[in-house]
């Protein structure tokens, strides 16, 4: 049986981040999951400016930095692309299906 979680968070840029950050702080088993790596845009990006907390700093750091603070609180991170969601609100309870292709997770 495949594990399941309590969220899955599909984007791991800064709001996929953030997402996972605070809904493991709730203490809730989540997944975050990308096609590519982890910061999105930020690891093609030289020089971030006026970033909340930061002057300056270098897109890759502040997607290590907020990756690191996704997953300190328990939040897995995989590589797979969404097929398709399955809503299953007609048994109400069961949590809806994601179907995924090529899932691999992050060591």
Wanted: proline fraction near 5%.
């Amino acid at each position: 049986m495949a594990k399941q979680y309590d969220v899955i968070v599909i984007g791991a840029g800064p709001g996929g981040m953030a997402s996972a950050l605070y809904a493991s702080r709730a203490n809730l088993s989540v997944l975050l999951l990308d096609r590519g790596i982890y910061g999105g845009q930020m690891n093609n990006t030289a020089a971030i400016e006026n970033y909340p907390g930061f002057s300056s700093v270098l897109g890759p750091d502040l997607a290590k930095d907020m990756y690191d603070g996704a997953t300190q609180f328990g939040a897995e991170y995989a590589y797979g692309n969404v097929q398709g969601i399955e809503d299953q609100a007609r048994l109400r309870s069961s949590p809806p299906i994601l179907k995924l292709t090529k899932q691999r997770r992050l060591s």
